[in-house]
T-cell receptor
Framework: KAGVTQTPRYLIKTRGQQVTLSCSPI?????VSWYQQTPGQGLQFLFE???????NKGNFPGRFSGRQFSNSRSEMNVSTLELGDSALYLC?????????????FGPGTRLLVL | AQTVTQSQPEMSVQEAETVTLSCTYD???????LFWYKQPPSRQMILVIR??????QNATENRFSVNFQKAAKSFSLKISDSQLGDTAMYFC???????????FGSGTKLNVKP
C-alpha cells in the first residue's frame, strides 16, 4: 500500500498570503490529523478529520482551517500568513479515530513564510 | 492544562547498550493514552509504542518497553540492545481518551554511537 503523501513538499510564501496544503491518506484510512512542528513550539496538534467532519481541534487561531473530502483526502488552509507560521506541517492517517489507532505520518510540507 | 515534559534534550548511548528516555505528564483525567514516537533524521515519524492508562501492565514492543507509573505520571521508554538505526528524535505524547486533547513533549534527541 502506498503511504501517506503530502503535497507540496516545500513552499515559500510571503506574509499576508494564504496557503493550501494537501494530504492523501493511506487507502482505506478514514481519519486524517494535522500537526505543526517548529523549533520553538515543538509538535502541536492542529485538528483531526474523520469521515469529512472535523472531530477534534487543537489550540490554533481560526486562520488555520481544514477539510476532508469523500475520498478521505484532506486539505489544510492557512490564511493571512504570519512569519511564525513557518513550520513543518505533518499529516497522519489512521483507519479509524482514537487512541487505539496507529497513525501513519507523511513526510510533511515545509512552509517558509517571508 | 495537560503538559508533557521531556527533561533530556539530548542523549547518547553505545550500540548494544540500554538507554532510558524520561517523560512526565500532567493531567486530571483518569483514562488516556500515552505514546512514544520516533522521528529519524529526514524521515517520517513512526509510532514506537503505546500505553493505555487503564492497563497496569507495561507495554513492550520487541526491544522497546515502557515504565508506566500512573500515580507519578511518569512514562519512560527503555531501548534495549540499541542499534544505529535507533538514532532519532523521540517524542512522548499524551492523548485524552476521546482524542480531544493531544500533546507532545519537546523531544529527546538520541544518538547511538558505534
Amino acid at each position: 500500500k502506498a503511504g501517506v503523501t503530502q503535497t507540496p513538499r516545500y513552499l515559500i510564501k510571503t506574509r499576508g498570503q494564504q496557503v493550501t496544503l494537501s494530504c492523501s491518506p493511506i487507502s482505506g484510512h478514514r481519519s486524517v490529523s494535522w500537526y505543526q512542528q517548529t523549533p520553538g513550539q515543538g509538535l502541536q496538534f492542529l485538528f483531526e478529520y474523520f469521515s469529512e467532519t472535523q472531530r477534534n481541534k487543537g489550540n490554533f487561531p481560526g486562520r488555520f482551517s481544514g477539510r476532508q473530502f469523500s475520498n478521505s483526502r484532506s486539505e489544510m488552509n492557512v490564511s493571512t500568513l504570519e512569519l511564525g507560521d513557518s513550520a513543518l506541517y505533518l499529516c497522519a492517517s489512521s483507519l479509524e479515530s482514537g487512541g487505539m489507532e496507529t497513525q501513519y505520518f507523511g513526510p510533511g510540507t515545509r512552509l517558509l513564510v517571508l | 492544562a495537560q503538559t508533557v515534559t521531556q527533561s533530556q534534550p539530548e542523549m547518547s548511548v553505545q550500540e548494544a547498550e540500554t538507554v532510558t528516555l524520561s517523560c512526565t505528564y500532567d493531567t486530571s483525567e483518569n483514562n488516556y493514552y500515552l505514546f512514544w514516537y520516533k522521528q529519524p533524521p529526514s524521515r517520517q515519524m513512526i509510532l514506537v509504542i503505546r500505553q493505555e492508562a487503564y492497563k497496569q501492565q507495561n507495554a513492550t514492543e520487541n526491544r522497546f518497553s515502557v515504565n508506566f507509573q500512573k500515580a507519578a505520571k511518569s512514562f519512560s521508554l527503555k531501548i534495549s540492545d540499541s542499534q544505529l538505526g535507533d538514532t532519532a528524535m523521540y517524542f512522548c505524547a499524551f492523548m485524552s481518551y476521546n482524542f480531544n486533547k493531544f500533546y507532545f513533549g519537546s523531544g529527546t534527541k538520541l544518538n547511538v554511537k558505534p
